[in-house]
C-alpha cells in the first residue's frame, strides 16, 4: 500500500498563476482533508471531503476550491496564485467514525511546498 | 473559542534524560485527543488517540495521558531517533475538523 501520495512534491509559481495539486489514496477512505502548514502556526484546515462527490469548507478556504469526483482522489486548486498562499499543504485521509464519538486518524501525505513569487 | 496550545516550543534534551510535553485545550465537548510525529519534510505520523480523562496509551518510550484539560506526551530515556516535531490535536463536538496545537521540536543530543 502506497498510502497517501501528493503530487508534484514541489512548485513555484508566479503571483496571478495556477495550478492544482493532486492527493490519492489507496485505503479505501470515506474522508480526505487538505491542509497547509506555515512556520510557528498550527496545521489549518482548507477544505475537506465526506464522501465522493462531496466538498466543504475547513478554516482557512478563501482561494482555493477542491474537486473529490473519485473516491480515491481530492485535487486543491489554486485558481490565481498568491504570495501568502507560500506554505506547505498536506492532504490526509481517513475512515468513517468508528462510533459515537470516536473518530478514526487521519494519515497523511508527505506533503507539498508551494513558492508564490 | 476551541484552542490547543503546545508547550515548550522546542525543548533539547540529553540522550536518556526523561521529560515531558504537554497539550492544553479549550474546547467543548472533547470527542479526541490525537498526537502525531512529524519528522523535517514530511507528512505527520499518527501516534495515539485518547478519549477520555484519565486514559493512557504507550508505545515503546512514549506514554500519552489525558486529563479534563491538558494532555502529556512522557517519553522515558529518550534516544536520537526520537527527535522531531510532535503535534497535538483535538476533535471537539460533531465538527469533522481537528484543532491543531503548532507542536513542540523535541531534538535529542546524543
Known amino acids: 500500500n502506497a498510502g497517501v501520495t501528493q503530487t508534484p512534491k514541489f512548485r513555484v509559481l508566479k503571483t496571478g498563476q495556477s495550478m492544482t495539486l493532486l492527493c490519492a489514496q489507496d485505503?479505501?477512505?470515506?474522508?480526505m482533508y487538505w491542509y497547509r502548514q506555515d512556520p510557528g502556526m498550527g496545521l489549518r484546515l482548507i477544505h475537506y471531503?465526506?464522501?465522493?462527490?462531496?466538498?466543504a469548507k475547513g478554516e482557512v478556504p478563501d482561494g482555493y476550491n477542491v474537486s473529490r469526483l473519485k473516491k480515491q482522489n481530492f485535487l486543491l486548486g489554486l485558481e490565481s496564485a498568491a504570495p501568502s498562499q507560500t506554505s506547505v499543504y498536506f492532504c490526509?485521509?481517513?475512515?468513517?467514525?468508528?462510533?459515537?464519538?470516536?473518530?478514526?486518524?487521519?494519515?497523511f501525505g508527505p506533503g507539498t511546498r508551494l513558492t508564490v513569487l | 473559542e476551541d484552542q490547543v496550545t503546545q508547550s515548550p516550543e522546542a525543548l533539547r534534551l540529553q540522550e536518556g534524560e526523561s521529560s515531558s510535553l504537554n497539550c492544553s485545550y479549550t474546547?467543548?465537548?472533547?470527542?479526541?485527543l490525537f498526537w502525531y510525529r512529524q519528522d523535517p519534510g514530511k507528512g505527520p505520523e499518527f501516534l495515539f488517540t485518547?478519549?477520555?480523562?484519565?486514559e493512557e496509551k504507550e508505545k515503546e518510550r512514549l506514554k500519552a495521558t489525558l486529563t479534563k484539560k491538558e494532555s502529556f506526551l512522557h517519553i522515558t530515556a529518550p534516544k536520537p531517533e526520537d527527535s522531531a516535531t510532535y503535534l497535538c490535536?483535538?476533535?471537539?463536538?460533531?465538527?469533522?475538523?481537528?484543532?491543531w496545537g503548532a507542536g513542540t521540536k523535541l531534538i535529542i543530543k546524543p
Open positions: 485505503m479505501n477512505h470515506e474522508y
Open positions: 471531503s465526506v464522501g465522493e462527490g462531496t466538498t
Open positions: 474546547v467543548s465537548g472533547l470527542r479526541g
Open positions: 490535536a483535538v476533535q471537539a463536538g460533531s465538527n469533522y475538523q481537528l484543532i
Open positions: 490526509a485521509s481517513s475512515g468513517p467514525r468508528l462510533g459515537q464519538g470516536t473518530y478514526n486518524e487521519q494519515f
Open positions: 485518547l478519549y477520555s480523562a484519565g
